[in-house]
């Protein structure tokens, strides 16, 4: 491999307007609309010359969101201040701030679909 080996990701949602409210209140970002026929789809914001994945909300027959999927893990400067917005936008926390040695910290939190996040930061 030449890179890190995420490129993009998709977080499966039933509830599409629910699902965006809670990113927007624990992450302060907002949305763009790819949706076509058949498929909501809703990317985070990214630009193309940083480090990191892009990725997406996705509402789509067949992708069920919940647990046991793939776990994503969000950078932030201290995991501890997003991981503070989940339960006020509608979320559980799971595992609060912990550390993982030189690696920094992370928190696990679901969101509103049921799907489990990381949230990570090195302070």
Request: aromatic share 12%; hydrophobic share 40%.
């Amino acid at each position: 491999m030449t890179s890190n080996p995420i490129t993009w990701f998709e977080l499966n949602v039933a509830d599409m307007e629910r699902a965006k409210a809670f990113y927007t209140a624990v992450f302060q970002v907002g949305f763009e609309d790819f949706s076509t026929p058949g498929m909501a789809y809703w990317c985070f914001p990214m630009q193309d010359d940083k480090v990191g994945s892009g990725g997406a909300l996705m509402q789509m027959e067949g992708c069920e969101p919940g647990k046991g999927g793939t776990m994503v893990y969000f950078t932030c400067q201290d995991c501890a201040v997003e991981e503070g917005r989940v339960v006020p936008a509608g979320g559980t926390v799971l595992r609060p701030k912990m550390a993982i040695g030189a690696f920094g910290f992370i928190s696990v939190v679901i969101d509103t679909e049921g799907n489990p996040i990381g949230l990570h930061s090195l302070a």
